[in-house]
Nanobody
């Protein structure tokens, strides 16, 4: 059975860092492109960052460029999101997603697999 389990969220102050992890099981992790999404309170879920199967290509939305880094460890079937210089507007439920095609993330193609999410709250 396929599982994506996120962890690493929490409540932090502005300017600090968090590292999210997403552990995959039940499928061949290296065969899927991966992404992080987030859903702020009262808003739609949005793409944050994406990475190709081998990690050679990444994509970030403008709001997180230069602050967040997506990475993957295929040997450990794990996806990471390093989040630095956190801001209150980064507060959201963060999800990881697996998809067969990288362009699914860029063009909002539905499908793939989702985790249950981990909450990140940035406040004083």
């Amino acid at each position: 059975q396929l599982h994506l389990v996120e962890s690493g969220g929490g409540r932090v102050q502005p300017g600090t860092s968090l590292r999210l992890s997403c552990v995959a099981s039940g499928f061949t992790f290296s065969s899927y492109d991966m992404a992080w999404y987030r859903q702020p309170p009262g808003k739609e879920r949005e793409l944050v960052a994406a990475i190709t199967k081998g990690g050679g290509r990444t994509h970030y939305v403008d709001a997180v460029k230069g602050r967040f880094t997506i990475a993957r460890d295929n040997a450990k079937s794990t996806l990471h999101l390093q989040m630095n210089s956190l801001r209150p507007e980064d507060t959201a439920l963060y999800y990881c997603r697996a998809a067969e095609y990288y362009t699914d993330f860029l063009y909002a193609v539905p499908g793939g697999y989702w985790g249950q999410g981990t909450q990140v709250t940035v406040s004083e």
